[in-house]
Structure formats: structure tokens, C-alpha cells
């Protein structure tokens, strides 16, 4: 099993810089791909951005692309979503997902492992 607690949510103001951090343990070693996703208010959860493993390459949803930074710390077990020029719209509870395939997949429903959420509120 692998356990992920995400931290660093909170509320900003609009243009404003959050970052969120999800920490996993347990059988980190089984773990190939990290994401990011968020769900919204009435909305399904939505693939923000994923990071993988070995060569840390990045991907990003159109909507976050040139604002938000994932990145990893291997030593740590740890995973970041820097998020600048934050907006409204943005507004979402965000989830830690992890995966234990190597291919990314933008679809929940292909992650094994979630953290409990951590709220982002972005008023205007």
C-alpha cells in the first residue's frame, strides 16, 4: 500500500502563489507516476498535472499550462504544484494521485492511490 498526505492549501487572492506538497510512504518503490488532479463544486475531478519517476518528465492540463510547476523530490518521496497567477476559477479541492503503471494517463480513474485533498480557495 502507499499512503499520500497532501499539505499547503489555503486561500489566496487572485494573481496570488499557492504550493501544495504530497508526501507518499509505504511501497513508494511500486510508484511510477505522480499527479495532481481537482474537483470543484458540483464538477468532476480534472487532471491538472503529472510527473514521472525516472526522467521526471512533466505534463500539464491546457488550463494550468505556464502557471503551475510540478516537481519531485526522489529522496523525499515528495511531490510539488507550484501554483502561480492563481484565479478564480481555480478554486477546487486538490487531490495527490499516484500510479503504478508507467504510462501517464489523464484519467482518475487510472491512479491506485489518493491523498485525502487539500481545499485551494482563490477569491477575486
Known amino acids: 500500500q502507499v499512503q499520500l498526505v497532501e499539505s499547503g492549501g489555503g486561500l489566496v487572492q487572485a494573481g496570488g502563489s499557492l504550493r501544495l506538497s504530497c508526501a507518499a510512504s509505504?511501497?513508494?518503490?511500486?510508484?511510477?507516476?505522480m499527479g495532481w488532479f481537482r474537483q470543484a463544486p458540483g464538477k468532476e475531478r480534472e487532471f491538472v498535472s503529472a510527473?514521472?519517476?525516472?526522467?521526471?518528465?512533466?505534463y500539464y492540463a491546457d488550463s494550468v499550462k505556464g502557471r503551475f510547476t510540478i516537481s519531485r523530490d526522489n529522496a523525499k518521496n515528495t511531490v510539488y504544484l507550484q501554483m502561480n497567477s492563481l484565479k478564480p476559477e481555480d478554486t477546487a479541492v486538490y487531490y495527490c494521485?499516484?500510479?503504478?503503471?508507467?504510462?501517464?494517463?489523464?484519467?482518475?480513474?487510472?491512479?491506485?492511490?489518493w491523498g485525502q485533498g487539500t481545499q485551494v480557495t482563490v477569491s477575486s
Open positions: 494521485a499516484a500510479r503504478s503503471r508507467a504510462t501517464v494517463r489523464y484519467d482518475p480513474d487510472e491512479y491506485n492511490y
Open positions: 509505504g511501497r513508494t518503490f511500486s510508484i511510477y507516476i
Open positions: 510527473i514521472t519517476r525516472s526522467v521526471s518528465s512533466t
